[in-house]
């Protein structure tokens, strides 16, 4: 399984961006996706998933709300649609599938994708 996370770019707060992770190789809907962010000097933090089926999603609280995650099966695609930006939610925003869900934990998914920065000024 392939992951590249793409739609990174430097924003104003209160704007929105769309992340898009393009997933490629085996079935794409036998994975669960999730989302997880890395901001300068800190450790990887996790943003929110979703379900193989899309039916399910969930997120950190503080993206609750603002953040919401789909996928398109069609297209083998996982966005994560960012909304009311805040400077606190710039990193490096990566993508990743795995078979566990629910999953917060980094370890319990399989594959990576690159990151893509996103970066909020004031």
């Avoid at 961006?17 to 990887?44: E, M």
Wanted: one cysteine or more.
């Amino acid at each position: 399984v392939q992951l590249q996370a793409s739609g990174g770019g430097l924003v104003q707060a209160g704007d929105s961006l769309r992340l898009s992770c393009a997933i490629s190789g085996r079935t794409f809907g036998n994975y669960a996706v999730g989302w997880f962010r890395q901001a300068p000097g800190k450790d990887h933090n996790f943003v929110g998933a979703i379900s193989w089926s899309g039916g399910s999603s969930y997120y950190a609280e503080s993206v609750k709300g603002r953040f919401s995650i789909s996928r398109d099966m069609a297209k083998n695609t996982v966005y994560l649609q960012m909304n009311i930006l805040k400077p606190e939610d710039t990193a490096t925003y990566h993508c990743a599938a795995g078979r566990a869900w629910p999953e917060i934990s980094m370890s319990r998914y399989d594959y990576w994708g690159q990151g893509t920065q996103v970066t909020v000024s004031s």
